[in-house]
């Protein structure tokens, strides 16, 4: 009887230890993090389409536009800044790193916007299939972009809520040492004024919003 006893507190025991860990977020807090990282590999594969596109919207617009040289110079510049910086999902918890990554991205968000608003002078490149083509591809690339990161975002916000919540916050601090991970940024100053971006330097004086 007395072993019946003690394998049944032993039962007990492990039991209530299983369901003291779980509340402590041993299973929710990996979930939240696989997920979270999941989404931001979204994020980055629609940058990287966008990115695609960019060379060949940069030599259809040339062969109308040659005098807009120094705008698809920046263009350019600004895909190679942006394509250069990559951060791993080993690195969204470093703010530092994720203001990188969101500052090329939104350089070259600017940039893309200045030389599509110079195509307005050109009405022969306005009507070439190739351009209206690349044009639909990269509106509807933002379009993805934005679903992404928006989806990133929610899964950000779940995770870090998950880690600094009772009793979950227990096992991030003593079990997992997790870290808050940084949301993905709407906007930039830069985006917010694209015709007065510098991909070489500080943005132009004449920006209000380049202090």
Do not use: H
Request: overall charge positive.
């Amino acid at each position: 009887m007395a072993g019946f006893f003690t394998r049944f507190a032993r039962i007990a025991f492990v039991a209530a230890a299983a369901a003291s860990l779980a509340g402590c977020g041993v299973n929710s807090i990996p979930t939240a993090e696989e997920n979270a990282k999941s989404k931001w590999g979204e994020v980055q594969n629609q940058y990287q389409r966008r990115s695609d596109l960019v060379p060949n919207l940069v030599a259809t617009v040339k062969g109308y536009a040659k005098q807009e040289q120094d705008t698809l110079t920046k263009v350019t510049e600004a895909r190679a800044k942006a394509t250069s910086v990559q951060i791993s999902a080993a690195d969204i918890s470093d703010p530092a790193k994720m203001a990188q990554f969101q500052a090329a991205q939104g350089q070259l968000s600017a940039g893309l916007g200045r030389l599509l608003a110079s195509v307005e002078a050109y009405p022969d490149l306005k009507s070439n299939q190739n351009f209206l083509a690349l044009q639909s591809q990269l509106e509807g690339t933002e379009n993805r972009i934005a679903i992404a990161r928006r989806d990133y975002n929610e899964a950000v916000k779940d995770y870090n809520v998950t880690i600094r919540t009772f009793p979950a916050v227990i096992g991030a601090k003593v079990i997992y040492g997790s870290k808050p991970m940084i949301p993905f940024e709407a906007t930039t100053p830069n985006a917010q004024v694209a015709p007065s971006v510098s991909f070489d330097g500080p943005a132009a004086p004449a920006s209000p919003a380049a202090n």
